[in-house]
């Protein structure tokens, strides 16, 4: 087996952990004072997991789970409910923008709903990754909702249009 050196092959220690904790936590309140997309944030120590609350303009805010694991940061947001229409043409354009997209991606959860997921090497954390990881998550949330949206409730678009 061929070691990959962006992925440890052993849990990190406490002690690590600890500090990677206070790195995040640190950028998360530096965002918050700067007044920048960052609206909120809630942590859960025990879960070692943070909630954040990002602003958005096509979609008006974004709730960004960060969950620091032994190997990696994964986090994931909410990007819309299960299309109600035109099911294979949303499910075609996200599969598209993936090909694009980088350490992130479209996919299904519970109920069908589609989220946006991804997952760095705990060792890759820092202030610019961090950065990374949420500028990420903004910029393809604003790309790809709308257009989202339009395609799995067009009727619902319809409607709007014709009152």
Request: net charge negative.
């Amino acid at each position: 087996m061929i070691a990959n050196k962006y992925m440890p092959d052993l849990p990190i220690s406490a002690e690590r952990l600890s500090k990677l904790t206070e790195i995040i936590a640190g950028w998360l309140a530096n965002q918050l004072s700067s007044k920048t997309l960052v609206q909120s944030v809630e942590h859960n120590e025990e879960e070692r997991r943070w909630f954040v609350r990002i602003a958005g303009e096509e979609k008006d805010n974004s709730m960004v789970l960060l969950t620091l694991g032994q190997r990696t940061l994964h986090f994931e947001t909410y990007f819309m409910p299960s299309p109600e229409e035109n099911i294979q043409e949303v499910f075609h354009y996200l599969l598209r923008k993936n090909a694009k997209l980088y350490g992130i991606s479209f996919g299904i959860g519970s109920e069908d709903a589609v989220y946006l997921s991804g997952q760095i090497s705990s060792e890759a954390i820092n202030d610019d990754t961090l950065d990374w990881v949420i500028g990420t998550i903004y910029s393809t949330v604003e790309e790809c909702f709308k257009p989202s949206l339009q395609l799995g409730f067009a009727s619902r678009f319809k409607s709007r249009a014709s009152n």
